[in-house]
Nanobody, 126 residues
Framework: QLQLVESGGGLVQAGDSLRLSCAAS????????MGWFRQAPGKEREFVAA????????YYADSVKGRFTISRPNAKDTVYLQMNSLKPEDTAVYYC???????????????????WGQGTQVTVSS
């Protein structure tokens, strides 16, 4: 059983940066595609970014493209989400996700995600 644990959330001001981390336990997820989703109060969970198992392919939501970067150095069991130029509308609970196929992150919802983390809160004040 794979368990995903996010960290790095917090309260920041608009324009600041944060880096979220997602660490695996239980088994390696080096062969899984990984992604980040977020859910703001009263809204549906939405896709943010995804990365293939090798790290060679990435995909971003239009709302974060150019500001957020997903990475998994050396395809290890930690995935990062570097968030720059944060905006108040980025405020949400951010969830790490794992799936056996990168393509699962490219399709419209509902997403076929195999594992979810518990989430980490990101709050951006104006």
């Amino acid at each position: 059983q794979l368990q995903l644990v996010e960290s790095g959330g917090g309260l920041v001001q608009a324009g600041d940066s944060l880096r979220l981390s997602c660490a695996a336990s239980g088994r390696s997820f080096s062969s899984d595609a990984m992604g980040w989703f977020r859910q703001a109060p009263g809204k549906e969970r939405e896709f943010v970014a995804a990365i293939s198992w090798s790290g060679s392919s990435t995909y971003y939501a239009d709302s974060v493209k150019g500001r957020f970067t997903i990475s998994r150095p050396n395809a290890k069991d930690t995935v990062y989400l570097q968030m720059n130029s944060l905006k108040p509308e980025d405020t949400a609970v951010y969830y790490c996700a794992a799936a056996t196929s990168f393509a699962r992150f490219l399709h419209p919802p509902p997403y076929e995600i195999d594992y979810w983390g518990q989430g980490t809160q990101v709050t951006v004040s104006s």
